[in-house]
Nanobody
Framework: VQLQASGGGLVQPGGSLKLSCAVS????????MGWFRQAPGKEREFVVA????????SYLDSVKGRFTISRDSTKNMIYLQMNSLKPEDTAVYYC??????????????????WGQGTLVTVSS
């Protein structure tokens, strides 16, 4: 299974970006898929996950109401729509796959496959 994240870039505060994660080698309907982010000098943090069943976890508090996870099973893609972006959203964003379909989907350790990360910079 391979993951390829894309869609990052430079955006002004209040702007939007849509991150994509292409999954190859296994259908996303059999995987828990998560989005994490890591800001400079900080630890990687959980943003949101979609379980193999399609159910969605709670979002990181600071992104609630602004970010939305979705998937397109026909394309085997996971997305993260990010609206009303703030400078504090600046980070490298990673998609990750949990092939074992763990219960603890908010923990980085539950994920055995990671994309390469895509940088999101929110700045004027």
């Amino acid at each position: 299974v391979q993951l390829q994240a894309s869609g990052g870039g430079l955006v002004q505060p209040g702007g939007s970006l849509k991150l994509s994660c292409a999954v190859s080698g296994r259908t996303i309907r059999s995987l828990n898929m998560g989005w994490f982010r890591q800001a400079p000098g900080k630890e990687r943090e959980f943003v949101v996950a979609m379980r193999w069943s399609g159910s969605i976890t709670s979002y990181l508090d600071s992104v609630k109401g602004r970010f939305t996870i979705s998937r397109d099973s026909t394309k085997n893609m996971i997305y993260l729509q990010m609206n009303s972006l703030k400078p504090e959203d600046t980070a490298v964003y990673y998609c990750a796959a949990d092939t074992a379909r763990s219960v603890a989907v908010t923990l980085p350790g539950s994920y055995d496959l990671w994309g390469q990360g895509t940088l999101v910079t929110v700045s004027s």
